[in-house]
């Protein structure tokens, strides 16, 4: 069938096939299908949804249109974390180490920066040599060595979602539960997971902004993982703010290293990373309760284990080997680095987080078009939390930027999206539940 057919199909909203859907993902594999099509079909799929059937297919279509990885030789559990998206998310830069350390196996294909939130494979690519799409051997031979691997697709794993995730990006239907769905998993299906855990962020940072759209695409993620053979669960967790202390490819690379060292350490950031990697651990069984899986977590940090693990990754996929010794001198600086000070004293109430992210874009730490190089150096720092007091003597954050203008242009945007108020606020969960099959 011609893929305009197909669009109009959808257009119209009329169900498609299994058989319609292969047909339509094969064309964006082999190219024969453009990206004004692809970007026609994924509005269309927008505005008017998918049945749960053919997110199924769809997903599925997607993790078949290129290698399916196996990890037979492997006898770990075999096993990875995916966040919806936000803003400050370095979450799985310590994950991954830390659940090696703890005896399983995590081979985690992630993405680039989506619409305001920012990509793992951007903090990675901070790091001089470290290779984020490197060939099947070489991210095998690291996940059997190390026990962990941070990569991006490769051309052979999921290729159409790579090709429908940068034409999303620019095209404004990066909010659909059913894209997202299908993204998200085909991934991860494709790299043979056993066991994922979804981290799925809700508030004003994030896609889902209400919680009963995380809800949505929570159990859907969940439904077509399981149906996929991938045994998942999801928490729910909160985006109203920044997470952690930095926004910025380079900064929050530095903000993970303090992390496995033991330093500087945000609250809500440690207490998200241990819940997703507990839920890993009792899943595969490699601990009893949640409490002996936060215990094994906590000896893995305190002893230096979960750092050393992070250290043989960044080596073995081509970046420096003293890279956690000597992060300041690897990872570039911004020429400006300033602070932000709010016009009025007292508590921080509110964020508009999304738009905070943006900001990051405006910096160059982020894209408006899907080949646009980055500047890894900028973005903000010291970032405030709700709750926080504030005075003339206390910034809202840092600004690392590489002029004067832009500097200033960044200083307006942090005051316009942050309230501060003279009481202080009541404080917010940051797990806000679970969601299981």
């Given at each position: 069938?011609?893929?305009?057919?197909l669009?109009?199909?959808?257009r119209?909203?009329?169900?498609?096939?299994?058989?319609?859907?292969?047909e339509?993902?094969q064309?964006?594999?082999?190219g024969?299908?453009?990206?004004?099509?692809?970007?026609?079909?994924?509005?269309?799929?927008?505005?008017?949804?998918?049945?749960?059937?053919?997110?199924?297919?769809?997903?599925?279509?997607?993790?078949?249109?290129g290698?399916?990885l196996?990890?037979?030789?492997?006898?770990?559990?075999?096993?990875?974390k995916?966040?919806?998206?936000?803003?400050?998310?370095?979450?799985?830069?310590?994950?991954?180490?830390?659940l090696?350390?703890?005896?399983?196996?995590?081979?985690?294909?992630?993405?680039?920066?989506?619409?305001?939130?920012?990509?793992?494979?951007d903090?990675?690519?901070?790091?001089?040599?470290?290779?984020?799409?490197?060939?099947?051997?070489?991210?095998?031979?690291?996940?059997?060595?190390?026990?962990?691997?941070?990569?991006?697709?490769t051309?052979?794993?999921?290729?159409?979602?790579k090709?429908?995730y940068?034409?999303?990006?620019?095209?404004?239907?990066?909010?659909s539960?059913?894209?997202?769905?299908?993204?998200?998993?085909s991934?991860?299906?494709?790299?043979?997971?056993?066991?994922?855990?979804?981290?799925?962020?809700?508030g004003?940072?994030?896609?889902?902004?209400?919680?009963?759209?995380?809800?949505?695409?929570?159990?859907?993620?969940?439904?077509?993982?399981?149906?996929g053979?991938?045994?998942?669960?999801?928490?729910?967790?909160?985006?109203n703010?920044?997470?952690?202390h930095?926004?910025?490819?380079?900064?929050?690379?530095?903000?993970?290293?303090?992390?496995?060292?033991?330093?500087?350490?945000?609250?809500?950031?440690?207490?998200?990373t241990?819940?997703?990697?507990?839920?890993?651990?009792?899943?595969?069984?490699?601990?009893?309760?949640?409490?002996?899986?936060?215990?094994?977590?906590?000896?893995c940090?305190?002893?230096?284990?979960?750092?050393?693990?992070?250290?043989r990754?960044?080596?073995?996929?081509?970046?420096?080997?003293d890279?956690?010794?000597?992060?300041?001198?690897y990872?570039?600086?911004?020429?400006?680095?300033?602070?932000?000070?709010s016009?009025?004293?007292?508590?921080?109430?509110?964020?508009?987080?999304?738009?905070?992210?943006?900001?990051?874009?405006?910096?160059?730490?982020?894209?408006?078009?899907?080949d646009?190089?980055?500047?890894?150096?900028?973005?903000?720092?010291?970032?405030?939390?709700?709750?926080?007091?504030?005075?003339?003597?206390?910034p809202?954050?840092?600004?690392?930027?590489?002029?004067?203008?832009?500097?200033q242009?960044?200083?307006?945007?942090?005051?316009?999206?942050?309230?501060?108020?003279?009481?202080?606020?009541?404080?917010?969960?940051?797990?806000?539940?679970?969601?299981?099959?």
């Amino acid at each position: 069938m011609l893929p305009q057919e197909l669009i109009r199909k959808k257009r119209n909203h009329q169900i498609l096939s299994d058989n319609e859907i292969k047909e339509f993902i094969q064309g964006v594999t082999d190219g024969s299908i453009t990206d004004s099509q692809i970007a026609a079909m994924t509005m269309a799929v927008f505005f008017n949804g998918m049945t749960p059937a053919e997110t199924t297919s769809l997903t599925l279509a997607m993790r078949d249109s290129g290698d399916v990885l196996s990890w037979k030789d492997i006898d770990k559990p075999i096993v990875d974390k995916h966040s919806s998206g936000g803003v400050g998310d370095k979450v799985s830069l310590m994950l991954a180490p830390m659940l090696a350390a703890c005896g399983v196996c995590v081979p985690m294909i992630s993405g680039r920066g989506l619409g305001h939130t920012g990509g793992t494979l951007d903090k990675f690519d901070s790091i001089p040599g470290y290779q984020t799409t490197p060939d099947n051997d070489l991210f095998r031979k690291t996940v059997k060595e190390v026990g962990c691997a941070i990569i991006g697709q490769t051309g052979n794993l999921a290729p159409a979602d790579k090709k429908i995730y940068a034409v999303r990006d620019v095209c404004a239907t990066v909010e659909s539960i059913e894209l997202i769905t299908a993204s998200i998993l085909s991934k991860k299906l494709a790299a043979g997971l056993q066991y994922l855990v979804m981290d799925l962020k809700c508030g004003n940072g994030a896609f889902m902004d209400n919680i009963e759209d995380a809800r949505r695409l929570a159990k859907s993620i969940v439904r077509v993982a399981n149906l996929g053979g991938t045994q998942t669960t999801a928490l729910l967790t909160d985006m109203n703010q920044v997470l952690g202390h930095t926004v910025g490819n380079a900064l929050e690379m530095k903000e993970a290293i303090e992390f496995l060292q033991g330093k500087n350490i945000d609250k809500r950031l440690y207490k998200i990373t241990i819940e997703l990697c507990a839920e890993l651990l009792v899943n595969t069984k490699i601990s009893a309760t949640l409490t002996e899986a936060h215990q094994k977590l906590q000896h893995c940090l305190d002893s230096g284990l979960a750092l050393e693990y992070f250290a043989r990754m960044v080596t073995a996929l081509g970046g420096p080997a003293d890279f956690c010794e000597n992060y300041h001198r690897y990872l570039a600086q911004a020429a400006v680095i300033r602070p932000v000070f709010s016009k009025e004293t007292g508590y921080v109430a509110a964020m508009q987080t999304r738009s905070i992210g943006l900001a990051l874009i405006e910096l160059k730490g982020g894209r408006t078009c899907s080949d646009q190089p980055l500047d890894y150096t900028t973005g903000f720092s010291k970032f405030c939390h709700i709750g926080d007091k504030i005075d003339k003597d206390t910034p809202l954050c840092f600004v690392h930027a590489q002029s004067e203008d832009d500097y200033q242009h960044a200083a307006q945007n942090i005051l316009q999206n942050i309230t501060v108020c003279e009481t202080c606020p009541p404080p917010s969960p940051e797990i806000i539940e679970k969601i299981g099959e």
